[in-house]
């Protein structure tokens, strides 16, 4: 069983972050997580906000086994030129980038000169970005006169070995949940693990899987799991934190919340990360170390590393 680890918030400076992802794969996890594309944050801290791709391609190069994940947003890029980077880090790292895409719902987005869309037109731009990048990874001379992709003959070398680059979905409403079946081979559940929730989540998902003639079951399933290592298991403190911290879970309630949080002594958030991983038939359990300075976030990666844990980071 595989065990990943996630950063984010822009908390750490590029030396700190490479210094604990670098930790990460020393300690056996299968992926490190970090910021992927934004415009700005809601905090008006002067601390770096360091370009996503720019990030996650650095880390790739300066590490040797481990996977790195960053979330990519449509609205952001060109959809060739997208297809075109992600084939090259694939080129470079092979099998060693989490292609993460989602559709994205900043409003700070329109400050930065980006496209302030509905709901309904952001998703109608992922379908034909995630359509555009599938053909371009399989080696064709694709033309596209979408709504929101227009390519002329666009190529993309190199062409990824077997002609594709899985493509992971970060969904947890129907329409979503939809594009996850339609084009994805990992399914970045964008809930708290809440079984009740995930259960439901994931009907949606079997029932549009069933129409696209697709196996759910083939879908691997990713999910990030607020954990922190305190021997007072101040649950308390530790929901204040989740909810500063993941404002779009507002919805769920406290009592719900507190289920789907990992607090305790070393041996039970080990124990709890396996269990949760079973009840909701993780593939990738994301530990989520968002916030946690440099030596909080190192104290508790040596404390739920795969190397102690019972997860295996190779299998």
């Known amino acids: 069983m595989k065990l990943a680890v996630a950063f984010a918030w822009h908390t750490h400076p590029w030396e700190d972050l490479l210094a604990l992802v670098r930790l990460a794969e020393e300690l056996g996890f299968q992926a490190a997580f970090v910021d992927g594309d934004v415009s700005t944050l809601a905090s008006k801290s002067e601390r770096d906000v360091l370009h996503g791709w720019t990030v996650t391609t650095a880390l790739l190069a300066h590490t040797r086994r481990i996977q790195i994940g960053s979330l990519r947003l449509v609205h952001h890029w060109n959809a060739a030129q997208l297809a ?3 084939a090259t880090a694939e080129r470079l790292s092979p099998g060693r980038l989490r292609c993460v895409i ?11 000169g980006l496209a302030d869309l509905p709901v309904g037109e952001r998703i ?6 995630l359509e555009a990048l599938r053909s371009l990874w399989s080696g064709e001379t694709v033309t596209r006169s979408g709504r929101y992709v227009r390519l002329d003959r666009a190529r993309v070398r190199p062409i990824p070995p077997g002609g594709a680059i899985p493509i992971a979905i970060a969904a947890r409403r129907p329409r979503m949940l939809r594009r996850v079946a339609a084009h994805a081979q990992v399914w970045e559940i964008n809930l ?3 079984a009740a929730h995930v259960s439901a989540a994931a009907a949606i998902l079997a029932e549009a899987c069933s129409r696209q003639g697709r196996d759910p079951g083939e879908i691997e399933r990713s ?8 021997a007072a298991a101040d649950v308390s403190a530790a929901l204040r934190e989740f909810r500063r911290l993941n404002p779009w879970f ?10 789907g949080l990992v607090v ?8 709890r990360l396996s269990e949760l991983t079973d009840e909701l038939s993780l593939d990738l359990p994301v530990v ?5 300075d440099a030596a909080s976030a190192r104290r508790l990666m040596e404390a739920v590393a795969p190397s102690n844990s019972g997860f295996d980071a190779k299998t």
């Open 84 to 86: 075109q980077a992600v």
């Open 192 to 194: 708290p693990p809440i």
């Open 264 to 271: 305790g002594s070393a041996a039970d958030c080990r124990r």
């Open 102 to 112: 989602a559709a994205g719902d900043r409003p700070n987005d329109a400050s930065f």
């Open 223 to 230: 999910l990030w799991i607020f954990t922190r290592v305190d």
């Open 250 to 259: 507002d919805a769920f309630p406290d009592d719900e919340v507190r289920t």
């Open 124 to 129: 109608r731009l992922l379908d034909e970005t």
């Open 288 to 292: 989520d170390l968002s916030g946690l």
